[in-house]
């Protein structure tokens, strides 16, 4: 550790040493020895200061013998004394230099010596003070590992703890559970019995339910039986009072006023209003005709009557319809006439209007009219025949207002059935048709 630098320490203390002693002459020597640096400062001594060596005087040969030899003694002297002066004062700088030498050399080992101690004991502290605290650390790791170890125990124990209360809970648990599923399943038992039961009953009261709908069902429909059979009897309970009222009046009427009537206009002039039957006197006819059926209910003038009535003077048509719903709609026709039995009764009808469908329903005018055994329609077919009745039948046309009449019950289409096709298509099913003729200026 001392080598280096404590010597270059060592060699500028030598220098600080010998500043202060010789600062008044100075002549200064530095001496290089290796890495350090010797400073010498010597005193200068002016009156020692040798001559210069001079040349060797050349050889005199006129300078006689006995002179030269004193002087250069005294000088040979001289300098034997300086030389030895020097040698003496070297020797004496030499000593003190090294006496010097060796007191700082002592110094600096006895400075190196105490800083060393120093240190050592400034390490030998530091390195108590490290194993204390080693020691602290260890105690205190140690303590840190007990209570590690402790609580890791403790842990244990808890955990030991609770699976020995969770075993309990669920045991427990286990125990309520099947205790309240046979307490349930019991329950339930009962339950589905009494479902069971109510089921039974509800099938029982729903069986019941259905024989009453079926019984409710059968009775509406004979009551519905019943309505009919009872409107048909009013029905014709009031016919036959019509026809007794008929009967009263005929004889009276034909007392009164002997058939002078040309139409039922001609019998509204002469001031009757009410509604009813009445006995008209055709041109050119002397015999009594009744036409077909019942005057008061189903009844057909005949062609012939027809004929005769409107080719008297210009009528006007009038053809009403009811359904069944009583709902009421007509077709006028400002022009009508059928012509005679020769030109087979054809149809003239023409200036229609009304609200029983948008055009007319009868064949247009000219059309012959076709019964069962005069079969004037323009079809292969025989209308008259699937028709079952006699009308102005064209490929069989869209109208035959002398069908059959059926009762609502029948759904299906017929053929024979009533018909006014713009009103209400091939089936009308229609309560109640009339033809109806006035005078057209009416
Ligand atoms: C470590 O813990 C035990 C108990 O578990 C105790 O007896 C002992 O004194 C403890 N040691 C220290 C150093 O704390
Ligand atoms: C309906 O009337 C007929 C007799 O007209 C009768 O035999 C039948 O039992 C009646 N039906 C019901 C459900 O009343
Ligand atoms: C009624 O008879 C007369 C003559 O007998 C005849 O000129 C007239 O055309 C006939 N009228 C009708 C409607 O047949
Ligand atoms: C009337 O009908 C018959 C057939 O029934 C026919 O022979 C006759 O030519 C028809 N008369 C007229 C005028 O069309
Ligand atoms: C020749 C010379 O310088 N001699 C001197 C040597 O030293 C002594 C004492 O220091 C002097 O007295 C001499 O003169």
Same mark, same amino acid.
């Given at each position: 550790?001392?080598?280096?630098?404590?010597?270059?320490?060592?060699?500028?203390?030598?220098?600080?040493?010998?500043?202060?002693?010789?600062?008044?002459?100075? +002549?200064?020597?530095?001496?290089?020895?290796?890495?350090?640096?010797?400073?010498?400062?010597?005193?200068?001594?002016?009156?020692?200061?040798?001559?210069?060596?001079?040349?060797?005087?050349?050889?005199?040969?006129?300078?006689?013998?006995?002179? !030269?030899?004193?002087?250069?003694?005294?000088?040979?002297?001289?300098?034997?004394?300086?030389?030895?002066?020097?040698?003496?004062?070297?020797?004496?700088?030499?000593?003190? *230099?090294?006496?010097?030498?060796?007191?700082?050399?002592?110094? !600096?080992?006895?400075?190196?010596?105490?800083?060393?101690?120093?240190?050592?004991?400034?390490?030998?502290?530091?390195?108590?003070?490290?194993?204390?605290?080693?020691? !602290?650390?260890?105690?205190?790791?140690?303590?840190?590992?007990?209570?590690?170890?402790?609580?890791?125990?403790?842990?244990?124990?808890?955990?030991?703890?609770?699976?020995?209360?969770?075993?309990? *809970?669920?045991?427990?648990?286990?125990?309520?559970?099947?205790?309240?599923?046979?307490?349930?399943?019991?329950?339930?038992?009962?339950?589905?019995?009494?479902?069971?039961?109510?089921?039974?009953?509800?099938?029982?009261? /729903?069986?019941?339910?259905?024989?009453?709908?079926?019984?409710?069902?059968?009775?509406?429909?004979?009551?519905?039986?019943?309505?009919?059979?009872?409107?048909?009897?009013?029905?014709?309970?009031? +016919?036959?009072?019509?026809?007794?009222?008929?009967?009263?009046?005929?004889?009276?009427?034909?007392?009164?006023?002997?058939?002078?009537?040309?139409?039922?206009?001609?019998?509204?002039?002469?001031?009757?209003?009410?509604?009813?039957?009445? /006995?008209?006197?055709?041109?050119?006819?002397?015999?009594?005709? !009744?036409?077909?059926?019942?005057?008061?209910?189903?009844?057909?003038?005949?062609?012939?009557?027809?004929?005769?009535?409107?080719?008297? +003077?210009?009528?006007?048509?009038?053809?009403?319809?009811?359904?069944?719903?009583?709902?009421?709609?007509?077709?006028?026709?400002?022009?009508?006439?059928?012509?005679?039995?020769?030109?087979?009764?054809?149809?003239?009808?023409?200036?229609? /209007?009304?609200?029983?469908?948008?055009?007319?329903?009868?064949?247009? /005018?000219?059309?012959?009219?076709?019964?069962?055994?005069?079969?004037?329609?323009?079809?292969?077919?025989?209308?008259?025949?699937?028709?079952?009745?006699?009308?102005?039948?064209?490929?069989?046309?869209?109208?035959?207002?002398?069908?059959?009449?059926?009762?609502?019950?029948?759904?299906?289409?017929?053929?024979?059935?009533?018909?006014?096709?713009?009103?209400?298509?091939?089936?009308?099913?229609?309560?109640?048709?009339?033809?109806?003729?006035?005078?057209?200026?009416?």
């Amino acid at each position: 550790m001392i080598p280096r630098r404590a010597l270059v320490l060592l060699a500028c203390h030598l220098v600080s040493l010998l500043g202060p002693v010789m600062a008044t002459e100075r +002549q200064r020597h530095r001496v290089q020895h290796g890495p350090c640096s010797f400073t010498f400062v010597l005193p200068e001594v002016d009156h020692c200061r040798l001559p210069s060596p001079d040349p060797p005087p050349p050889p005199e040969q006129d300078v006689p013998p006995q002179d !030269k030899p004193s002087w250069q003694e005294r000088k040979l002297e001289n300098l034997k004394s300086a030389t030895e002066n020097n040698t003496l004062w070297l020797q004496k700088l030499e000593s003190y *230099i090294q006496e010097n030498v060796r007191t700082g050399m002592e110094e !600096k080992r006895n400075a190196v010596h105490t800083q060393t101690e120093a240190m050592l004991l400034m390490g030998t502290n530091l390195l108590s003070q490290s194993a204390e605290q080693t020691r !602290k650390l260890t105690d205190v790791e140690t303590q840190v590992l007990n209570q590690t170890s402790r609580l890791e125990i403790q842990l244990l124990e808890y955990s030991l703890f609770t699976s020995r209360l969770e075993k309990h *809970i669920l045991h427990f648990l286990e125990q309520r559970f099947s205790a309240l599923e046979s307490h349930y399943g019991r329950e339930l038992q009962g339950l589905q019995k009494e479902k069971r039961q109510l089921q039974e009953l509800l099938d029982r009261q /729903s069986h019941l339910v259905s024989q009453l709908q079926g019984e409710v069902d059968g009775s509406t429909a004979n009551s519905t039986l019943l309505q009919r059979q009872q409107a048909l009897l009013t029905n014709s309970v009031q +016919q036959l009072l019509a026809l007794v009222t008929h009967c009263n009046e005929i004889p009276t009427a034909a007392q009164e006023e002997p058939a002078s009537f040309r139409d039922c206009a001609d019998v509204l002039r002469s001031g009757v209003k009410d509604s009813g039957m009445h /006995s008209i006197r055709l041109p050119n006819s002397t015999q009594m005709v !009744k036409g077909f059926g019942d005057p008061s209910g189903e009844h057909w003038l005949g062609n012939d009557i027809i004929h005769q009535l409107t080719s008297s +003077q210009d009528y006007s048509l009038q053809v009403q319809l009811r359904d069944r719903e009583g709902n009421e709609v007509h077709s006028h026709y400002d022009h009508f006439h059928v012509d005679a039995e020769d030109a087979n009764y054809s149809l003239h009808a023409d200036g229609f /209007s009304g609200t029983a469908g948008r055009t007319s329903s009868l064949t247009h /005018s000219g059309t012959p009219f076709s019964t069962k055994d005069r079969d004037n329609d323009r079809c292969t077919c025989q209308c008259a025949q699937i028709a079952s009745g006699g009308w102005w039948f064209e490929a069989c046309g869209p109208s035959n207002l002398n069908g059959m009449y059926y009762p609502a019950s029948f759904t299906t289409v017929r053929y024979n059935g009533i018909k006014w096709y713009y009103w209400k298509g091939p089936t009308l099913m229609a309560t109640m048709t009339t033809m109806m003729v006035r005078p057209a200026n009416l």
